[in-house]
């Protein structure tokens, strides 16, 4: 049997624990507008019985300018107790395709102290799939108190990435797509340069997953093996806005890689400076 990560749940095991107390499901679907998909409207139309939304443009710091920055601890635990959730509670992230988006709401929740949350295999469209039971009907879930415990030393920002990409120490993995990486394909963000930080490399995001669900353990290691990032030495990761780059660190802590940060404004933020250094072609 194959090495999996222990941070995944079936959809077998989620269905069998619909309804049990202290466990929470939460919809994490996010889509880039090119792709033609709603993450709430699709949620209003049909969700895992119990699921609760959670809308990563929402729940966010907006002083930055930067799309889903992570907001502040406080800020986090009040729209999180207002969807019911408590930090003790055990809590499962599903996605649309699967294991794209659904990490960076894993991530937050871990970043700010909860301990117990897992990503669900297969995203909703496997759920579909498989014929099993959806709502449409929208949970009132009563306020609870979330206690936030914000792991400081998980996040990178702009002057930590100025510092790693100078001294190249650091390894850093990008999420992007190898079109995107190399500068070849346009951000889909208006303004931004194209191509890369300096020293960085490309693990992209689609490449971690398999019909929706994460890869085993041997088969990743091999990923990051291929894309010349060394298991014994830290990372950072890094995507267009901070959402996928959480693939990779949700992966490097499925193989037991502590050593990694992520960097939240990403490329949003980099590309758009005007004395950031950039990279392009190959890494």
Same mark, same amino acid.
Request: aromatic residues 6%; negative net charge; proline residues 14%.
């Given at each position: 049997m194959s090495e999996k990560s222990r941070y995944t749940v079936t959809p077998d095991w989620v269905e069998k624990q619909l309804g049990a107390p202290e466990f929470r499901i939460v919809d994490a679907s996010w889509y880039l507008p090119a792709q033609g998909r709603n993450g709430a409207l699709e949620y209003s139309e049909g969700h895992i019985p119990g699921a609760i939304f959670f809308d990563q443009d929402a729940i966010a710091d907006h002083s *930055? =300018? #930067?799309?889903? *920055? @992570?907001? /502040?601890?406080e800020a986090f635990a009040e729209a999180v107790g207002k969807l019911g959730i408590r +930090? %003790? $509670? %055990? @809590? !499962? &992230?599903? $996605? =649309?395709?699967?294991?794209v988006t659904a990490p960076r709401v894993w991530w937050l929740f871990r970043v700010m102290g909860a301990e117990r949350v897992f990503v669900m295999d297969g995203g909703i469209d496997g759920w579909k799939k498989e014929g099993r039971p959806l709502e449409t009907d929208l949970p009132e879930p009563a306020p609870v108190i979330f206690t936030p415990r914000f792991a400081a030393e998980r996040v990178t920002f702009i002057a930590g990435m100025r510092g790693i990409v100078a001294e190249g120490k650091v390894q850093i993995a990008d999420a992007r797509s190898p079109g995107r990486f190399t500068g070849k394909d346009p951000e889909p963000r208006a303004g931004l340069r194209g =191509?890369?930080?300096? =020293?960085?490399r490309n &693990?992209? !995001? #689609? %490449?971690? /997953? +398999?019909?929706g669900r994460l890869k085993d353990l041997p088969a990743l290691r091999q990923l990051?093996? $291929?894309a010349g990032i060394d298991l014994a030495r830290p990372v950072v990761t890094t995507c267009g806005s901070g959402v996928t780059a959480a693939a990779i660190t949700f992966a490097l802590q499925s193989l037991g890689h502590e +050593?990694? *940060?992520l960097f939240d404004g990403s490329w949003s933020e980099w590309g758009s400076l005007p004395d950031t250094p950039v990279a392009s072609g190959e890494a």
């Open positions: *930055t =300018g #930067l799309p889903h *920055t @992570i907001p /502040s601890p +930090e %003790t $509670d %055990t @809590i !499962v &992230v599903y $996605d =649309g395709p699967g294991f =191509g890369h930080m300096p =020293g960085a &693990v992209p !995001v #689609l %490449t971690l /997953s +398999e019909n990051f093996a $291929d +050593e990694n *940060t």
